[in-house]
T-cell receptor
Framework: GAGVSQSPRYKVAKRGQDVALRCDPI?????LFWYQQALGQGPEFLTY????????KSGLPSDRFFAERPEGSVSTLKIQRTQQEDSAVYLC????????????????FGSGTQLSVL | DAKTTQPPSMDCAEGRAANLPCNHS???????VYWYRQIHSQGPQYIIH???NNETNEMASLIITEDRKSSTLILPHATLRDTAVYYC???????????FGTGTRLQVFP
C-alpha cells in the first residue's frame, strides 16, 4: 500500500517487558514522527527524524523510550521495562518535506499500535 | 501546550453544513492554521490548512478571520462518515511537529 504502515496493530505486554513498535513510512518521505495518544486525548509528540537524524526527542517521557531510524526509512520505537502508564496508541507519521515549501507539508499518519501493559 | 481552543463536542444533522470553530488568539504572522480529523481507530487525517486567505478543497472550506485570531472549518454537507474528532492546530514554524489539543468531537446524526 501507499500509506504509512505500523506493526503490530495491537500489543499486549506484561509490566517490565520490553517492546518494539515498527513504522514503515511512505516511500521517499524524509520526515518521520512518533506520537503517543492516551485514551480520550489528542496525540502528543514524542520524537522527530529527518532521514536518519533524530532532530527532536523532547517529547520522549523517560529514558525507557528510545527511537531509531538507522537507514532513513523504517523506524522503531522501543520501550524498555514497560509500565502501565505506557498503555496508549502509538502513532507514526511521515511527510515529504521537500524543503521547498515545507510550511505546507502535510503529515500522513498510520493507524497506530495500541499498546496495553498489564 | 496547544495554542488553540475548540469546543469539546458538536452535533450536526446529516446533509447539513457543519461549522467547527477554533480560537487561536496568540497566532504569529507566519504561522499556518491546520485542520486534521481522526476517525475512530484510525490515525489523524489532513483536511485543509491556511495562512490568511480562505481556502477550499474537496473536503472542506476554511474561513480565517481578518485578524487571524479565529477560524471556522466548514463541512458543507456532512455525512455519517464525517463523525470524528476534529483538531485545529497552529503550526510551529521553527519546528515541523504538530501540537494537538483535545479537539472537537463531531457527531453527525441521521
Amino acid at each position: 500500500g501507499a500509506g504509512v504502515s505500523q506493526s503490530p496493530r495491537y500489543k499486549v505486554a506484561k509490566r517490565g517487558q520490553d517492546v518494539a513498535l515498527r513504522c514503515d513510512p511512505i516511500s521517499g518521505h524524509v520526515s518521520l514522527f512518533w506520537y503517543q495518544q492516551a485514551l480520550g486525548q489528542g496525540p502528543e509528540f514524542l520524537t522527530y527524524f529527518q532521514n536518519e537524524a533524530q532532530l527532536d526527542k523532547s517529547g520522549l517521557p523517560s529514558d525507557r523510550f528510545f527511537a531509531e531510524r538507522p537507514e532513513g526509512s523504517v523506524s522503531t520505537l522501543k520501550i524498555q521495562r514497560t509500565q502501565q502508564e505506557d498503555s496508549a496508541v502509538y502513532l507514526c507519521a511521515s511527510s515529504q518535506q521537500t524543503g521547498l515549501d515545507w510550511d505546507n507539508e502535510k503529515l500522513f499518519f498510520g493507524s497506530g499500535t495500541q499498546l496495553s501493559v498489564l | 501546550d496547544a495554542k488553540t481552543t475548540q469546543p469539546p463536542s458538536m452535533d450536526c444533522a446529516e446533509g447539513r453544513a457543519a461549522n467547527l470553530p477554533c480560537n487561536h488568539s496568540t497566532i504569529s504572522g507566519n504561522e499556518y492554521v491546520y485542520w486534521y480529523r481522526q476517525i475512530h481507530s484510525q490515525g489523524p487525517q489532513y483536511i485543509i490548512h491556511g495562512l490568511k486567505n480562505n481556502e477550499t478543497n474537496e473536503m472542506a472550506s476554511l474561513i480565517i478571520t481578518e485578524d487571524r485570531k479565529s477560524s471556522t472549518l466548514i463541512l458543507p454537507h456532512a455525512t455519517l462518515r464525517d463523525t470524528a474528532v476534529y483538531y485545529c492546530i497552529v503550526r510551529v514554524r521553527s519546528t515541523d511537529k504538530l501540537i494537538f489539543g483535545t479537539g472537537t468531537r463531531l457527531q453527525v446524526f441521521p
